[in-house]
């Protein structure tokens, strides 16, 4: 968001957002740098997440790059573009996009603490990761492997004293984690 508040059609009000009035800004970064490679400014037009995000990445298509998505920009039809773009893909998402069926998502909410369920779509390119840590965490990706790694935890023990416990976590979770997002 870049403040402004003066008068423009182009301005937006965001309520929960430390900036509230400005302009909207989509923004492709490189992860390690945190360089600009490119950026959509929001025109007051009606617009689909599709092509934002289609715009954003059209310079890189078939150039086999990882993006790494926070929970808004990640939606099966989001997905979909990156798939046939050639671009690998890891992206939290909200369990209401992932379109989980009524025995999926029974299934997920009986899993425990630090374990984890595997989905993968019909036509074999999208995994869902679902794990449960404090909550649980729903992550879909093309580049994911159903496999269960060791990550360090923090927790407090019966003194109310930190220390660190190795648990089971997905591997493509551990790696989203170490990824900067979009």
């Given at each position: 968001?870049?403040?402004?508040?003066?008068?423009?059609?182009?301005?937006?009000?965001?309520?929960?957002?430390?900036?509230?009035?400005?302009?909207?800004?989509?923004?492709?970064?490189?992860?390690?740098?945190?360089?600009?490679?490119?950026?959509?400014?929001?025109?007051?037009?009606?617009?689909?997440?599709?092509?934002?995000?289609?715009?954003?990445?059209?310079?890189?298509?078939?150039?086999?790059?990882?993006?790494?998505?926070?929970?808004?920009?990640?939606?099966?039809?989001?997905?979909?573009?990156?798939?046939?773009?050639?671009?690998?893909?890891?992206?939290?998402?909200?369990?209401?996009?992932?379109?989980?069926?009524?025995?999926?998502?029974?299934?997920?909410?009986?899993?425990?603490?630090?374990?984890?369920?595997?989905y993968v779509s019909?036509?074999h390119n999208t995994?869902?990761?679902?794990?449960?840590?404090?909550?649980?965490?729903?992550?879909?990706?093309?580049?994911?492997?159903?496999?269960?790694?060791?990550?360090?935890?923090?927790?407090?023990?019966?003194?109310?004293?930190?220390?660190?416990?190795?648990?089971?976590?997905?591997?493509?979770?551990?790696?989203?984690?170490?990824?900067?997002?979009?």
């Open positions: 968001m870049i403040r402004f508040n003066g008068r423009n059609k182009m301005k937006v009000f965001m309520p929960l957002k430390p900036i509230k009035y400005g302009f909207q800004v989509y923004i492709l970064a490189e992860s390690s740098s945190g360089y600009m490679l490119n950026w959509v400014l929001y025109d007051g037009e009606k617009r689909t997440l599709v092509s934002i995000i289609e715009e954003l990445t059209r310079p890189f298509n078939n150039k086999n790059y990882i993006i790494s998505m926070d929970r808004f920009y990640t939606t099966i039809d989001v997905i979909k573009h990156l798939n046939r773009n050639n671009f690998g893909m890891y992206g939290a998402v909200i369990g209401k996009r992932a379109k989980l069926s009524e025995d999926m998502k029974k299934e997920i909410v009986a899993i425990d603490k630090h374990q984890a369920l595997f019909s036509d995994l869902l990761t679902v794990w449960r840590d404090s909550k649980i965490i729903h992550l879909l990706s093309n580049l994911g492997e159903d496999q269960l790694g060791e990550v360090e935890r923090a927790s407090i023990d019966n003194d109310n004293n930190f220390r660190k416990t190795s648990v089971s976590c997905p591997i493509t979770i551990s790696t989203y984690s170490r990824q900067p997002n979009i």
